[in-house]
């Protein structure tokens, strides 16, 4: 079984900056992409952000794309999304993934419990 655990959500200004963490336990995760997809709130869809293959190869969301940096660090099962310049828009509960790279939630074996970011305006 492997577990998820993210941090490093909160609330933050517009253009402002946060980094989130997610700690891979379990098994070793180095050769599994790791993804973070977030959910915004009134019931909308959970939709891809960023993910980083075994090899450190990163692929992200349009919407993210120059403002979002994902990476991880394989001694220690863990990947960062550094966030900056974040908009209200921003705002959602997200989530880190490990399995199949992909942009569709449905490759993803496993999933932390989410980690909630808000942008005020």
């Known amino acids: 079984q492997v577990q998820l655990v993210e941090s490093g959500g909160g609330l933050v200004q517009a253009g402002g900056s946060l980094r989130l963490s997610c700690v891979a336990s379990g098994r070793s995760g180095s050769t599994y992409t790791m993804a973070w997809f977030r959910q915004a709130p009134a019931g909308k869809e959970r939709e891809f952000v960023a993910a980083v293959n075994w090899d450190t190869t990163t692929y992200y969301a349009d919407s993210v794309k120059g403002r979002f940096i994902l990476s991880r660090d394989n001694a220690k099962n863990t990947v960062y999304l550094q966030m900056n310049s974040l908009r209200p828009e921003d705002t959602a509960v997200y989530f880190c993934?490990?399995?199949?790279?992909?942009?569709?939630?449905?490759?993803?074996?496993?999933w932390g419990q989410g980690t909630q970011v808000t942008v005020s305006s």
């Open positions: 993934a490990s399995g199949v790279l992909s942009t569709l939630q449905q490759t993803y074996a496993y």
